[in-house]
């Protein structure tokens, strides 16, 4: 089966530095990304991975382990706009292609 | 800029009613998506179309039907609504020519069945 697990929700400080951990079982694997979605509004893309290692983008960077089947999403320099919805999705094989599976999504609270 | 654009933004409906989502998209993708968002559950797939002529079922599309009209429009129908069809709908679009292509959600459709 498929199935993508990560925490419900977080709590971090402004300033500090928060780590969202994602793990994944799908079958097959063509990439993963990280979604940010704040509460009523629609999810907006934050990064991709699809080979081992780590990509950085600004104050967000993400992880994948392929042989772990998991992934992370570190925030640094925490800011109150970061408080939203961090959604880790997988393409895994739906039938005979590739499809975006998605995670439950883990609410950050940033607090002053 | 571009867009996914949804209508309407939100809904109320009582049960057995039949109701329509629309969605519109200028970013010249071809594939396009409906999902529907359920508190603790994440984003689960309805139905998804690759391009004008070509329709899928995904995991959840007991109780909907979909109509790809032309390749900037992929509506969602209920044809008779029941209260656990209720929840936040999104249609989204993705480049079939990235590889890591991501999805471009449009803004959301809240839909309340009475």
């Known amino acids: 089966g498929q199935n993508i697990d990560q925490p419900t929700e977080m709590t971090a400080t402004e300033g500090a530095i928060v780590q969202i951990n994602c793990t994944y079982q799908t079958s097959g694997f063509n990439g993963l990304f990280w979604y940010q979605q704040h509460a009523g509004e629609a999810p907006t893309f934050l990064s991709y991975?699809?080979?081992?290692g780590l990509e950085e983008k600004g104050r967000f960077s993400s992880f994948l382990s392929r042989s772990k089947g998991y992934s992370y999403l570190l925030l640094k320099e925490l800011q109150m706009k970061d408080s939203a919805s961090y959604l880790c999705a997988v393409r895994g094989r739906m039938d005979s292609s590739y499809k975006l599976i998605f995670g439950s999504g883990t609410r950050l609270l940033v607090r002053p | 800029d571009a867009d996914v654009t949804q209508t309407p933004r939100n809904r109320i409906t009582k049960t057995g009613k039949r109701i329509m989502l629309e969605c519109s998209q200028t970013k010249g993708h071809d594939r396009m998506y409906w999902y529907r968002q359920d508190p603790g559950l994440g984003l689960r797939l309805i139905y998804y179309?690759?391009?004008?002529?070509?329709?899928n079922k995904g995991e959840i599309s007991d109780g909907y039907s979909v109509s790809r009209q032309a390749q900037a429009k992929f509506s969602l129908s209920l044809e008779s609504a029941i209260p656990n069809q209720t929840a936040l709908y999104f249609c989204?679009?993705?480049?079939?020519?990235?590889?890591?292509?991501?999805?471009?959600f449009g803004n959301g459709t809240r839909l309340t069945v009475t």
């Open positions: 989204a679009t993705s480049d079939p020519r990235a590889a890591n292509s991501p999805l471009h």
């Open positions: 991975n699809v080979l081992d």
């Open positions: 179309s690759f391009d004008v002529k070509d329709i």
